[in-house]
């Protein structure tokens, strides 16, 4: 069985008289894709924050990997990647010149075409990011949450606005980072990728946590409930008809 490498106890976050996260627990393993689901307002993105130290509790507990939240924010940030959203970039700057800035604020030594390899932006080395297709740009946010080598990577709904062939291929690069021994901790509206990726999730709703398993055992647990789709289920989707009909590989956009 893996390690615990997050432990949330007891988690609560208010705003005024609002409370956006009400005594919410659970724990993240290490090495697993762990989603954390809900409808908009539903405290997920506040959670998130919180995990990355970039918004403050108003109580319990947060431990990541063996470090306090409260005690030892500065050693947490060494240790996780956040994707950056769009506003991060300069977007004048070539990703060459991208990944050596960030190299420089981490202090960190890559190298940035083996970096690029691993998302396959390669031949978009001397492209500046503004010129980047939106799958491109998400590819390459998430280069960047690997500069540092992290244990833990946080993606909040990385794979929004992308077409079919570009979230599958985003797929596959998050399980090759998970494969690398990293934690992914994600957020997403699609329940379809929360299937494909997720080793367990965490499904929130106006600031608690309702139910918290594995995508199997949730969907199991529901049919022995007696629940029945309206219609049959077909053995494909018109996304798997889009995929089949113009293939998987990635390609320069």
């Known amino acids: ?55 403050s509790k ?10 306090n939240l409260d005690n030892e924010p500065n ?46 932006l390669t031949e978009k080395a001397k492209s500046k990011y503004k010129q980047l297709s939106g799958g491109q740009k998400q590819r390459f946010s998430i280069a960047t949450t690997l500069i540092n080598q992290p244990k833990i990577v946080f993606l909040d709904e990385p794979t929004t606005g992308l077409d079919p062939q570009a979230r599958r291929n985003l797929w596959d690069l998050i399980k090759s980072i998970r494969e690398k021994g990293t934690t992914v901790i994600i957020t997403t509206h699609y329940m379809d990728e929360a299937e494909q990726l997720c080793d367990r999730i965490a499904i929130m709703d106006e600031g608690k946590i309702i139910a918290l398993a594995s995508p199997d055992k949730m969907i199991d647990d529901l049919v022995r409930s007696g629940f029945e789709k309206p219609k049959p289920i077909k053995s494909a989707n018109l996304e798997d008809v889009f995929i089949s009909l113009t293939g998987k590989e990635m390609r320069a956009e």
């Open 1 to 55: 069985m893996n390690d615990i490498i997050i432990s949330v106890k007891n988690l609560r976050k208010n705003y005024g008289a609002f409370e956006a996260v009400k005594d919410i627990s659970f724990d993240v393993l290490e090495g697993e894709i762990f989603g954390l689901l809900g409808p908009n307002g539903a405290g997920k993105s506040t959670t998130l924050e919180i995990m990355e130290t970039l918004r």
């Open 58 to 67: 108003t109580s319990g507990e947060v431990m990541v990997a063996g470090m």
């Open 75 to 120: 050693h947490i940030k060494k240790i996780i990647g956040v994707q950056l959203q769009t506003s991060g970039f300069y977007p004048g700057l070539n990703l060459l010149e991208l990944i050596e800035l960030f190299s420089g604020l981490y202090n960190q030594e890559v190298d940035p075409m083996e970096l690029l390899q691993l998302v396959n």
